[in-house]
């Protein structure tokens, strides 16, 4: 049984075109985050919810825009792509809340290229 | 603000050496800090954390970290080091004085074990 699951795991797609990535976890987990990895594999939080609320957002354009529909799903849509936006996505998930000191459970990632 | 120094991008040990992957971080308050594992095309797995308590922590696959206070530091060792610990590991630190805060990545140290 995958923990943390997204799909797609490969992405290609035309500059301007819109996309969705999907998360699901069966741990039973309060909180979903989104990451972005660049190709320098520098990872960086973009959100977090818990229990279907937005705790965290960083500094991430509003093209981005996350949508729980329950605790136990967390997607990404993502509008306009452009050519910065080509990276590795992870979903991951913890329980309790994002500031608490659990461990984080990650998805295999969804590798996003723009052409 | 918080934040996170892998100051070595690669370290290259020999199997059966003992490894140390350095890790230094800043906060404001107390930290929370991790250790994570990325293997090529997965996400991150989770290998210890130090939350309070015993300055030296075990964790999974033989790993170990030392928190040290004095020196804000939290280096993973390992006494030797088998061929498939190689990988890109990633330390990371949360100021739990801080509700609402993401956890912070350092930019990643790849270990490369050669038999």
């Known amino acids: 049984d995958t923990a943390v699951s997204q799909t797609p795991k490969y992405l290609v797609t035309q500059m301007g075109n819109d996309k969705s990535i999907k998360c699901e976890q069966n741990?039973?987990?309060?909180?979903m985050y989104w990451y972005k990895q660049d190709s320098k594999k520098f990872l960086k939080i973009m959100f977090s919810?818990?229990?279907?609320?937005?705790?965290i957002n960083e500094t991430v354009p509003n093209r981005f825009s996350p949508k729980s529909p329950d605790k136990a799903h967390l997607n990404l849509h993502i509008n306009s792509l452009e050519l910065g936006d080509s990276a590795v996505y992870f979903c991951?998930?913890?329980?309790?809340?994002?500031?608490?000191?659990?461990?984080?459970?990650f998805g295999d990632g969804t590798r996003l290229s723009i052409l | 603000a918080q934040s996170v120094a892998q100051p070595e991008d690669q370290v290259n040990v020999a199997e059966g050496n003992p490894l140390t992957v350095k890790c230094t971080y800043s906060?404001?308050?107390?930290?929370?800090l991790f250790w994570y594992v990325q293997y090529p095309n997965r996400g991150l797995q989770f290998l210890l954390k130090?939350?309070?308590?015993?300055?030296l922590v075990k964790g999974s696959y033989g790993f170990e970290a030392e928190f040290n206070k004095s020196q804000t530091s939290f280096h993973l060792k390992k006494p030797s080091a088998l061929v498939s610990d190689s990988a890109l590991y990633f330390c990371?630190?949360?100021?739990?004085?801080?509700?609402?805060?993401?956890?912070?990545f350092g930019k990643g140290t790849t270990l490369s074990v050669s038999s």
């Open positions: 991951a998930s913890s329980q309790g809340v994002p500031a608490s000191n659990q461990p984080q459970h």
């Open positions: 741990l039973g987990h309060d909180t």
């Open positions: 919810y818990n229990n279907k609320e937005l705790i």
């Open positions: 906060v404001s308050g107390n930290p929370y």
């Open positions: 130090y939350i309070t308590g015993d300055n």
């Open positions: 990371a630190v949360r100021d739990w004085g801080q509700a609402g805060t993401a956890l912070i």
